[in-house]
């Protein structure tokens, strides 16, 4: 997959250019505004940002470029070693609200995913209670046919 360099991260092709620019440019923008002043609406501001990168097909390693990149520049603006560590402190809070809209996602497939699996359990058993009872290659799909047979056992 081709893949472009934008300000200090990789982009991926599927995104477009400009795109992930003005993303890149409101996070840095809010999470310098989340640094000055940590509030709820700055860190609510990190969860919007996480949604609309998901959105925009981006992954969470541009998303982290895009972290790095904004805190780099704002750090090499900071002169005291404290101030940076509580920036930094406070960076990381930012950046993991900005992922929660990710993780909330991931779960959510791993939930269905865990349902999806239950149910073929649960129709793969089925099929095999109709077979039991009408012998088998007499399911539902393909009747007692031969091509029905050689479908399912080649399915399985």
């Known amino acids: 997959m081709a893949e472009d360099v934008v300000e ?5 092709a599927a995104t477009p250019k400009s795109a992930t620019r003005n993303l890149a440019q409101l996070y840095r923008e809010a999470l310098e505004a989340n640094l000055a002043d940590s509030s709820e609406a700055t860190v609510r501001r990190a969860c919007e940002i996480g949604r609309r990168a998901i959105a925009e097909g981006l992954s969470l ?7 790095h990149e904004a805190l780099a ?6 002169p005291s070693s404290v101030r940076s560590a509580q920036e930094i402190r406070r960076a990381g809070e ?14 959510g497939f791993r939930q269905n995913i865990c349902a999806l ?12 209670r109709d077979e039991q009872r009408n012998g088998v290659g007499a399911g539902r799909c393909g009747g007692g ?4 047979r050689k479908a399912r056992t080649a399915a399985r």
Do not use: D, K, W
Request: charged share 30%.
């Open 94 to 107: 930012f950046l993991c609200e900005s992922l929660s809209p990710y993780e909330i996602a991931h779960r």
């Open 61 to 67: 390693f541009e998303l982290a470029a895009m972290h």
């Open 8 to 12: 200090g991260g990789f982009v991926s």
């Open 117 to 128: 699996r239950q149910l073929n359990e649960a129709l793969e058993r089925e099929i095999r």
């Open 145 to 148: 046919s031969r091509r029905g």
């Open 73 to 78: 520049r704002t750090l090499s603006r900071t």
